[in-house]
């Protein structure tokens, strides 16, 4: 094949027959063939096979149960089983139009660059199919903050968020490569140093079915991106923030409704323990926690340390301020520091190490914790 097209689906039934059709329309001539990485709930797949059955071009399909990694793990799933090198990436819904795709391969055969990206800020590109006046302030809104935290990659790079790409995956490990968002073009740019190019672009409206944007999806890009620039540190930093910020808030409250000082406390800093736990399970391990202990266990070490954690805190900042003579203000923020890297080394050592059953090799346990280490505090930011 000179071409592969990856195609990620989310219930997108309606769309199927309409889209292979414009894609074999626009890639006749060229050895093409779609690869579409299902998610769906619905009757998406059924629909792929009848269609792939009558279409002029080899049609794919590869039905996940288990979506691992989102839409950025089913581009990359496609990528692996892709014939060609050479893989265009769009999305199901035919916003992305395919007469599109012979420029988007036209660009890239000049040989200058690794990846093609068809932008809807560039040049004559459009962004019509956004609905509503506020879906465009948030979509340039993401661009801008997206670019001014990646200056570097994106230096050039009008449309990062985009799901409309050429890419030749040799210059991609696959292997190493972990995608936890649904903006997986900014994954790609943001951890491999690419050279790119722009076509521009109308964005279409969505042919059938409905749009997947919601303040969800909001969310987990804001969490996306952090975990991109900054790393897995950061990220535990800004739950353990929130944290400390709900603590307050809840002591706070329960004491004007008349609950005790102690007590108060107590139900602040048990509740934001458990709170914390939770999102780092959704935000920050996500991906290793498939091979670490039950979450039950997990949640035991955890909810073990933070607690004796505390304990030893609190009789150490006394310590300080008696023996240092510094006001409580400081020994607490030192203890702090102290407390949140000695949080971050347990959960990422212990709570989320693989385990022993799933460690093969003969690894010393001491090169081991190393490998953890910097593979938590390196992944997947860019530092």
């Known amino acids: 094949m000179d071409l592969s097209i990856v195609v990620p689906t989310y219930n997108e039934a309606p769309n199927i027959a309409e889209l292979v059709t414009r894609v074999a329309s626009a890639t006749s001539g060229i050895r093409a063939e779609i690869v579409f990485v299902d998610d769906s709930t619905d009757t998406t797949a059924d629909e792929i096979r009848r269609v792939a059955g009558e279409a002029p071009?080899?049609?794919r399909l590869i039905h996940r149960d288990i979506p691992t990694g989102g839409l950025g793990g089913a581009v990359m799933v496609g990528f692996d089983a892709a014939t060609s090198d050479i893989c265009i990436v769009m999305d199901g819904d035919l916003q992305h139009p395919p007469e599109?795709?012979?420029?988007?391969l036209r660009r890239y055969g000049?040989?200058?660059?690794d990846v093609v990206v068809a932008?809807?800020?560039?040049g004559e590109g459009t962004n019509d199919g956004l609905a509503g006046a506020s879906r465009v302030a948030v979509s340039k809104s993401a661009t801008l903050l997206t670019k001014a935290m990646f200056p570097g990659r994106l230096k050039g790079v009008t449309d990062p968020m985009t799901g409309f790409f050429l890419i030749d995956r040799r210059r991609l490990d696959l292997r190493t490569l972990k995608p936890r968002g649904f903006k997986i073009l900014l994954e790609i740019l943001a951890r491999t140093n690419l050279r790119v190019a722009e076509v521009p672009f109308d964005f279409a409206d969505r042919n059938a079915?409905?749009?997947?944007?919601?303040?969800r999806q909001g969310v987990h890009f804001l969490a996306q991106l952090t975990m991109l620039r900054f790393g897995k540190m950061s990220m535990f930093a800004v739950i353990g923030g929130l944290g400390a910020v709900a603590n307050i808030v809840i002591?706070?409250?329960?004491?004007r409704w008349g609950v005790g000082d102690i007590p108060a406390m107590i139900v602040a800093a048990e509740t934001t323990i458990i709170a914390n736990f939770l999102l780092q399970e959704r935000f920050v391990f996500r991906d290793v926690k498939s091979e670490a202990s039950g979450?039950?266990?997990r949640f035991a070490k955890s909810f073990g340390f933070n607690n004796a954690e505390a304990i030893v805190r609190i009789p150490l900042t006394a310590l300080l301020v008696s023996t240092w003579h510094i006001s409580v203000v400081i020994a607490t923020a030192i203890t702090l520091v102290i407390a949140f890297v000695a949080r971050f080394l347990f959960h990422a050592l212990v709570v989320y190490a693989p385990s022993r059953s799933r460690r093969t090799g003969a690894k010393t346990r001491t090169r081991e914790v190393l490998e953890e280490l910097d593979e938590q505090v390196m992944a997947p930011g860019e530092l």
Not at 100 to 104: G, S
Not at 119 to 122: D, L, Q
Not at 251 to 255: E, I, K, R
């Open 209 to 215: 079915g409905e749009s997947k944007a919601s303040f």
């Open 119 to 122: 932008s809807r800020y560039s």
């Open 251 to 255: 002591v706070w409250l329960l004491t």
């Open 57 to 59: 071009i080899p049609v």
């Open 295 to 297: 979450v039950w266990a």
């Open 110 to 113: 000049v040989g200058d660059v």
């Open 100 to 104: 599109d795709i012979p420029r988007l």
